[in-house]
């Protein structure tokens, strides 16, 4: 299984980005789709995930009334509309993709990953 993420660049505080997911295969397929971030010298971090094709969606804290993660069947797409970014967005996104019926925010619950795409939030 393969994912690829895309969508990440430079962009200024108080903008927004939209990042991509494409799994391999259908995204009806995986249980939990998810985006999680990770810095230099900090651990992945947990983002948002969408579960059970759509019907439930769950966001960190920090991103939560900014990020809305959301999938299209039909594209077989997963995505990310970050919004009102701020420098601590700043990060390596990588989209993931789990097949059993787990907790969408911890990483042990995803089975496939993506390469990464970096999301630079300049002040």
């Known amino acids: 299984v393969q994912l690829q993420a895309s969508g990440g660049g430079v962009v200024q505080a108080g903008g927004s980005l939209r990042l991509s997911c494409a799994p391999s295969g259908r995204t009806v397929d995986y249980y939990n789709l998810g985006w999680f971030r990770q810095t230099p010298g900090k651990g992945r971090e947990f983002v948002s995930a969408i579960?059970?094709?759509?019907?439930?969606?769950?966001?960190?804290?920090?991103?939560?009334?900014?990020?809305t993660i959301?999938?299209?069947n039909t594209k077989n797409l997963l995505h990310l509309q970050m919004n009102s970014l701020k420098p601590e967005d700043t990060a390596v996104y990588y989209c993931a993709a789990g097949s059993r019926r787990a907790d969408g925010s911890t990483l042990g619950s995803y089975d496939f990953w993506g390469q990464g795409t970096l999301v630079t939030v300049s002040s």
């Open 51 to 67: 579960s059970w094709s759509g019907g439930s969606t769950y966001y960190a804290n920090s991103v939560k009334g900014r990020f």
């Open 70 to 72: 959301s999938q299209d």
